[in-house]
């Protein structure tokens, strides 16, 4: 059986935890392995590079010299022979990023900066399973994932690579790859947007054909609601491909909402397991049917939008509606849920960045409303219309909250509820508790 490992943050944030994911990967015989970076590393790159732009070198120092400390404390505990040129690889990342914020000459690009985490964390874990006794080998990522100009990965390149390199390579040797990071159109190092370490051990696990791509994080596996929210939630041991991408793209952080997609297209399943707790049995997710519970599990997206366009014109006309959507595709802004009345259409979008334009070329259709903070609450499950009564027991659970927007219809297996982000934690600990009963 052929299986690509991913290891996230958390799971390969010291050194003894990287000792139990050499282990895991050993027992498991992954083919391919997808690290993500030390825990807490992306964050700080980011700050560090805002901190540049700004000319906060007291930040810039701060920073640097805690990422300084985190993993030379991993390279001394983990590594013995190659500790000195671990110690010296990290010396020279840090040392570039410190120079540019000496002479802001804008030649590092925020892209590259965030690039070092995963590019130290794999090279020092790769040296690891090397003294450890493993044949493992370091690959390079952005030699193979490259993306195109609107960011989405070259899948048929990724292939090719990855056929020649991995599949049709030694099948003795651990190899391993950083996720997150790419090539972009114009040959810069760049990524796959944050969290997108999911992302590319699906991609890469399709392109060398696996059986099984397995997500390793720090929980046993999808929980029915956001345990960082919500008491009492529990595991879900399996569920289908749709459903699990509709949990993720509505906000549950265990996968990056585009890692699904690629394994149901090419029907590899997808294991949740527990980093920490190699035995705990994980989520399965695949083409099995789906759960023929009522409710299943509910996740919830921050950071929602609302534009209101309300317009006399609309009255029944047709092309409208297309009208406005296409204001929204020039300017590259998904739109998550819509709500239509006879001259009023409402949409939610999360990304705010061309939001001056988007109001600009929708007004001279009506008028433009915009209102922010809001969270979408996805309530996932086998809720089709023939099951009289699932849709009442869903309102009656939110019955204190203001309710701005609902999306059903759409498909049998979810629900969506707009609430203002202030009602969020009310709003998923009474569905949890009205749906879930203990
Ligand atoms: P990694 O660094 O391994 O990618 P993440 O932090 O991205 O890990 O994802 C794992 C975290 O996702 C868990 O620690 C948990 O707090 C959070 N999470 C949010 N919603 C869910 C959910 N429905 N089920 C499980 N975990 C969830
Ligand atoms: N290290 C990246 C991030 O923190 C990618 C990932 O963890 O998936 O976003
Ligand atoms: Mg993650």
């Not at 010291?14 to 807490?40: C, D, F, P």
Request: charged share 25%.
């Amino acid at each position: 059986m052929i299986k690509t490992l991913k290891f996230g943050g958390t799971s390969v944030g010291s050194a003894a935890n990287m000792r139990r994911v050499a282990e895991i990967i050993v027992s498991e015989g992954a083919r391919l392995t997808v690290l993500s970076a030390m825990s807490g590393t992306t964050d700080a790159l980011v700050k560090i590079s805002a901190a540049i732009r700004t000319g906060d070198s007291d930040t810039v120092h701060a920073t640097i010299g805690m990422l300084r400390d985190k993993y030379s404390t991993c390279i001394e505990e983990l590594l013995t022979a190659n500790r000195t040129a671990a110690l010296d690889r990290m010396e020279d990342a840090l040392a570039t990023v410190a120079n540019e914020a000496l002479t802001y000459r804008g030649e590092l690009s925020d892209k590259w900066i965030l690039a070092q985490g995963e590019l130290l964390t794999s090279a020092i874990f790769c040296l690891h399973m090397q003294e450890a006794g493993h044949r493992a080998v370091l690959l390079s990522s952005p030699e193979f994932m490259h993306t195109d100009p609107e960011g989405k990965p070259d899948t048929a390149k990724l292939n090719r690579e990855l056929t020649r390199l991995v599949a049709e390579g030694d099948p003795g040797v651990y190899y391993i790859a950083q996720g997150f990071i790419c090539t972009d159109a114009e040959g810069h190092l760049s990524n796959l947007g944050r969290g997108g370490s999911d992302y590319s051990a699906a991609l890469m696990g399709v392109a060398i054909g696996s059986d099984e791509v397995q997500i390793w994080t720090d929980i046993d596996g999808m929980h029915n609601n956001d345990p960082r929210v919500v008491d009492r939630t529990f595991p879900i041991r399996r569920m289908s491909f749709d459903e699990a991408a509709e949990l993720a793209y509505f906000g549950a952080k265990i996968l990056h909402p585009a890692t699904i997609q690629p394994c149901k297209e090419a029907g590899i399943s997808v294991r949740l397991k527990n980093s920490m707790e190699p035995q705990a049995e994980g989520t399965l997710i695949s083409d099995a049917e789906e759960n023929a519970m009522d409710f299943h599990a509910i996740a919830a997206k921050d950071g929602i939008t609302v534009v209101r366009i309300a317009s006399a014109r609309m009255l029944m006309a047709y092309g409208f509606l297309r009208k406005v959507f296409e204001v929204f595709e020039k300017y590259r802004t998904p739109v998550d849920m819509i709500t239509t009345s006879e001259v009023e259409v409402s949409l939610t979008i999360d990304s705010t960045c061309r939001l001056d334009d988007i109001i600009r070329e929708l007004s001279p259709f009506g008028s433009v409303e915009v209102d922010r903070d809001n969270t979408i609450v996805c309530i996932v499950g086998c809720i089709g219309y023939q099951h009289v009564g699932l849709a009442a027991r869903i309102f009656d659970g939110v019955k204190e909250v203001p309710i701005k927007m609902i999306s059903y219809g759409a498909n049998h297996r979810s629900m969506a509820i707009l609430v203002a982000t202030e009602h969020k934690k009310q709003t998923l600990q009474a569905l949890n508790d009205h749906l879930f009963p203990a």
